[in-house]
């Protein structure tokens, strides 16, 4: 890493760092800035649920799912209206926590910033791998994935876009 790349790097997580403070001291701006809230995740075969509520109300989740191999770490947040379900690691620094400000997702270990709606990467060192979706249903107040879905989601986001 150059040095250029190095100042730069401090830089945008210092203006980030600020952008996310003012937000959550109540600036009159509106921004919302939701850090994720880890929820239970309930394996029946292969069916992997999230209590739907718990989503609602915390706006931003995450939660895990253990394989043979390894634990693997998802988010499910609210954005426009919508559940949103994604792959949650950022492969480079191998962060597994994000937080959801206004349209964006902020890597909370790297400060690389990706679309809410779509995963894709606006900018920062991780932004060649987005944050792949899983295939989701609501069925019984619960969030409901197959676990395959969730194993391929996390998959192709560990590979460079």
């Known amino acids: 890493m150059t040095k250029r790349r ?21 600036s009159p701006t509106g921004n919302q800035v939701v850090p994720s809230k880890l929820v239970p ?28 191999t390894q634990e693997i770490s998802f988010m499910a ?10 792959a949650d690691i950022c492969p480079p620094c191998r962060s597994q ?7 964006t997702l902020v890597c909370d270990t790297c400060g690389t910033v990706f679309k809410a709606a779509s995963g894709q990467g606006v900018s920062g060192a991780c932004v060649k791998y987005p944050k792949a ?15 395959a879905d969730l194993v391929t989601a996390y998959n192709d ?5």
């Not at 999230?50 to 989740?61: C, F, T, W």
């Not at 947040?77 to 994604?86: D, L, T």
């Not at 019984?140 to 994935?145: A, E």
């Not at 986001?157 to 876009?161: A, G, K, N, P, V």
């Open 6 to 26: 190095f100042i730069f790097g401090i830089l945008l997580l210092a203006a980030l760092s600020l952008a996310v403070l003012t937000a959550c001291s109540g």
């Open 41 to 68: 995740a309930i394996v029946a075969g292969d069916t992997v649920s999230v209590p739907l509520a718990e989503v609602q109300e915390n706006i931003n989740s995450k939660f895990t799912l253990r394989t043979d």
């Open 77 to 86: 947040y609210q954005f426009e209206g919508a559940i949103q379900v994604r």
């Open 97 to 103: 926590s994000f937080t959801l400000y206004n349209d």
């Open 133 to 147: 979706s899983v295939v989701y249903q609501v069925k019984d107040g619960k969030i409901m994935m197959q676990a």
């Open 157 to 161: 986001t560990l590979t460079r876009d």
